[in-house]
């Protein structure tokens, strides 16, 4: 097949892989532009631009495809289709309308369940035990298509959006190699998606970040398991110099009751508003991962310190 892929962070990368080592021809390789990023925000190629010049392929940067321009450029590969996985950029219907056999898009959820820019994060973040990843045709309505082949995945009740995110990308990349596969041969069946259980995966806002004590054990659970690794959830406290900022990567829901916010027991055990979080995991401003034995010597917290509330940054 004749293939156009549109794609930018890591996750895409296992699928751009997949289609090249199927042997199908990719003409062209549609991403985000370098962005600055590290110590010196340099520019930084996506992960996709890297692969693909890896691969030797041709790789377009648009800061939109809006406009005839763009259109005409894109129709003049000639592809069968499009490959579009996690790529960032709105598709108009001139670029939806251009390959013979349309746009194939992989989608990190049970669609209906978490149209949208973050279905990883929010599966987690809601307690979903299942997830999965889709196959589906591409139209104008946000991740409204219908779909042509599906996995399900279980959500383990400690998995982050991390650790769901590595597990999803290389199933997902053999399920699009599946369905390209089946669309060339003309086997690949759609299938209308059900007008019930919609709900929108928006995007993660900063002030979702800050840990709110004042929920039940669970709930802060599956926000920090939902938000690590990036951007992760976070607490502020005095380590011995002022007030600063902890991620939290990983926890546990412990046993444990107190004031909301308020530590508990030996090592990281935090009330909640019902029950309690053990924090496993933590991170420093512009510091490595620390398991909590590492993190706390050396600091003030001790049971009895309160890390809730505090003002908004």
Same mark, same amino acid.
């Given at each position: 097949m004749r293939l156009i892929f549109m794609g930018t962070?890591?996750?895409?990368?296992?699928t751009l892989s997949e289609i090249? %080592?199927?042997?199908?021809?990719? =003409?062209?390789?549609?991403?985000?532009?370098?962005?600055q990023g590290g110590r010196g925000m340099d520019l930084r190629p996506s992960p996709v631009h890297?692969?693909?010049?890896?691969?030797?392929?041709?790789?377009l940067t648009p800061a939109s495809l809006k406009g005839d321009a763009e259109a005409d450029v894109f129709a003049s590969f000639?592809?069968?289709a499009a490959v579009v996985v996690a790529y960032g950029l709105l598709l108009p219907q001139r670029i939806l309308d251009a390959p013979a056999l349309g746009c194939l898009n992989l989608h990190g959820s049970l669609l209906p369940r978490w149209r949208g820019a973050a279905p990883i994060q929010r599966a987690v973040m809601a307690g979903d035990s299942m997830t999965g990843v889709m196959v589906?045709?591409?139209?104008? %309505?946000?991740d409204t298509g219908p =779909?042509?082949?599906a996995e399900t995945l279980p959500i383990g009740p400690d998995m982050t959006a991390g650790d769901l995110h590595d597990h999803m990308a290389p199933i997902g990349a053999d399920l699009m190699g599946r369905a390209v596969g089946a669309l060339g041969r003309g086997s690949l069946q759609f299938k209308a998606q059900s007008p019930d259980g919609v709900t929108y995966a928006r995007k993660i806002d900063k002030a979702e970040c800050r840990i709110d004590w004042d929920h039940p054990a669970q709930v802060v659970h599956d926000t920090i398991r939902g938000l690590s690794p990036f951007?992760?959830?976070f607490f502020e406290a005095d380590l011995?110099?002022?007030?600063?900022?902890?991620?939290?990567?990983?926890?546990?829901?412990s046993d444990g009751s107190g004031p909301a916010g308020t530590l508990i027991a030996g090592g990281l055990t935090v009330a909640c508003a019902a029950g309690a979080v053990t924090l496993l995991q933590v991170q420093r401003a512009g510091k490595a991962p620390l398991d909590t034995d590492t993190f706390l010597r050396g600091t003030r917290l001790a049971p009895g310190l309160r890390l809730a509330p505090s003002s908004p940054s």
């Open positions: 962070p890591e996750f895409a990368v296992p090249v %080592g199927q042997g199908h021809e990719v =003409v062209a390789v549609y991403t985000r532009a370098p962005a890297v692969m693909a010049q890896r691969f030797g392929l041709p790789v000639g592809a069968d589906m045709r591409m139209e104008a %309505g946000l =779909v042509g082949m951007p992760g959830a011995g110099s002022g007030t600063e900022r902890v991620k939290v990567l990983r926890a546990r829901v």
